[in-house]
């Protein structure tokens, strides 16, 4: 759902993502660059951050000179990514927000459309896409700790899949694009069924790499266009599986292999993947025009 530039910048501090900016005037050419909001001065319309420009530089600038609120041209947050938003930051919105209609606050914490939009958005058969190549990653670490710390080379290969994920014409594909970690899959000649899996999400700033507390599962998966469905390989209710595996991984996974058909097995390898979705079209429009008339009350 296009929502407004306020709303967006709300948006990436409640879901700790960076912003992907252009910016500049009107008569000029644009700018463009990553942005990690820190602060807000609301008497001068100024945001403060941190601000990535991966075509100049693999490191954050220093001390960035606040950007113009007024000045943006587009915006739209960066997929993959994390950044740790000021608790003083979270606490100046919260104690301003008379003084900052600009941030569609209310609109954002309680439009139902931006549920369903994710809901369209994840309705559909995934498939997957090569595997991410970063050597040298103690997946174990990363699975215990929670996030890991990258040399400079994993850094790059990573930021390379992130920015694969956020393609300029990504809206010309039609593709939406998750970094994931995988937990179980099914190994079907030679292709994987990604059945459980970890979302993962990189830090520009630190150069860190964070995983999910929590495995999401793909009830179905597309394997050279032939679909593979969960239920096909359980006894047991879909939703319990769901639910519950990760409190019962090694249970699970026995379950499944008992349905396994020829050449099936189970690949509980570690390793990082683009998962992608085919993204539905004509619903997007359908809920702006809903947003448009609630704003408007008709």
Known sequence: MKLSIGAIIYQAVSE?????ISYGNKDEAPTRF?????DIDFSKDKLSGEIFNYYRSLECIEDPRPINRKKIRSIKLVDGSYYDPPVALIKKIEENIDKIDWLDIDTFDNNILLYLSECYKYDNDPFLEDAVMIPGIDYSE???????????EQFQNLLDAVLKMNAFDAEKSLRHRTLAFNIYSIDIFGRQYVVA?????LDFK????RIGPKSSINNSFLIEEKRYTLSSYLTIDPNEFCENFDNNITQYVALMEENYKGGEKSNTRPSIFLIQRSIQ?????????IYLMSREKK
Request: overall charge positive; cysteine-free; hydrophobic content about 40%.
């Open 206 to 209: 630190h150069k860190t790499l």
């Open 142 to 152: 990363l699975v215990k700790a929670g996030m890991y710390q990258l040399s400079q």
């Open 197 to 201: 899996y970890r979302d993962l999400q």
């Open 16 to 20: 700790q993502k960076w912003l992907d």
């Open 34 to 38: 990553w942005f990690a909001l820190k």
């Open 281 to 289: 079209t004509g619903m997007e429009e359908t809920f702006n025009s």
